[in-house]
């Protein structure tokens, strides 16, 4: 049941990736402007425009150019970046990384701070110290990632300047990086003034990108605590002498995350689009801010290439997410 359930998704996700490779390729190319004129120096001729044209394949028609594209997809090719003339994969494959680092430790922000209110919470309720974490979760929730950013960027990086505003790392230390995990390499190599430069740089669009995920997480994860401390079981576990605060640790937390569980993988493929507006803000160099710059610039390549990564990291995540909660829910296991 379970590898029949795997292959439907595996599937779907298929029909999926192809969909958005179809949009997106019609949509960028239908979009008023013209890339290659913005490659050229304005004195260039007609047959200098021409031969560029024909060099990137817009002088077929659209049917054929995607058909040429798609051929390159599936053998791992998306084809030259227009402005940056180099391959698209690289680019991105490039920027993934700071993308990937910063998303991650948006989540563990996001999950450790939900779940430490949300368990405050269910241990308050009924009380003050409930409604006062209400009203601040709703004011989390209601101010955008992008605003958070501001915000940090005014206190602690103008009033109270104890991080860094932009970049992702101090371009002072002297540093050879083997892959672009900046965070990780700097930890496994025990350089850990690159440790601290990546945090500095990445706490403030973490937060940013957190504080909203983390309001959410607060309030669907103490309303299904409230619900599980009601059973009759969590009740039998008070008898036997266990405190408020062991009841939720030891007996309902388990149960009452496994619904937050699909809220934080389907939440945590927003947390990776989101990164756009805010890498653009901090000016860190990830996947969202060379998004930007590829969309400024009418590189169509670049742009097919980062909406196609996108969307695969959106299936992918969903996939695992609803393969976990189908292996960690006996019900549907065994369903």
């Known amino acids: 049941m379970l590898l029949k359930s ?8 298929a029909i999926t990736l192809f969909g958005v490779a179809v949009v997106v390729f019609t949509l960028v190319r239908v979009a008023p402007g013209n890339p290659i004129s913005m490659m050229l120096p304005p004195g260039a001729t007609e047959d200098d425009i021409a031969a560029l044209t024909a060099l990137y394949g817009f002088d077929k028609s659209l049917p054929e150019q995607f058909v040429i594209w798609l051929g390159g997809v599936l053998h791992g090719d998306f084809g030259t970046s227009i402005t940056m003339r180099q391959p698209v ?3 991105v494959l490039g920027r993934l990384p700071a993308t990937l680092e910063l998303s991650t430790m948006a989540l563990l922000i996001a999950v450790g701070l939900g ?59 002297d540093f050879d990086f083997t892959t672009n995990f900046y965070l990780i390499e700097g930890v496994l190599r025990g350089r850990f003034d690159v440790v601290g430069s990546t945090l500095s740089h990445m706490l403030m669009p973490a937060m940013s990108l957190a504080l909203p995920l983390a309001a959410m997480i607060a309030q669907l994860l103490k309303q299904n605590l409230k619900e599980v401390l009601a059973q009759d079981y969590t009740t039998l576990a008070r008898v036997r002498g266990f405190s408020e605060t062991a009841v939720i640790l030891r007996e309902a937390l388990r149960n009452a995350a496994l619904p937050t569980l699909a809220l934080v993988g389907v939440q945590f493929t927003f947390l990776i689009g989101g990164t756009v507006i805010v890498e653009r803000l901090f000016a860190y160099e990830g996947l969202g801010n060379m998004a930007i710059d590829a969309v400024i610039n009418r590189d169509l390549p670049l742009i097919q290439g980062i909406v196609l990564l996108f969307a695969a990291l959106f299936t992918v995540i969903n996939l695992l997410v609803d393969l976990s909660y189908t292996l960690l829910n006996p019900r549907l296991r065994h369903g």
């Open 6 to 13: 795997v292959l439907v998704r595996l599937l779907t996700t």
């Open 89 to 91: 994969v690289g680019l």
């Open 115 to 173: 779940g430490l209110v949300a368990i405050i919470g269910a241990r308050k309720r009924g009380t003050a110290t409930e409604v006062g974490l209400d009203l601040t979760s709703g004011a989390a929730l209601s101010i955008p990632d992008f605003l958070w950013g501001l915000i940090f960027v005014l206190l602690f990086g103008v009033l109270w300047p104890v991080l860094s505003i932009s970049g992702r790392i101090d371009p002072r230390l």
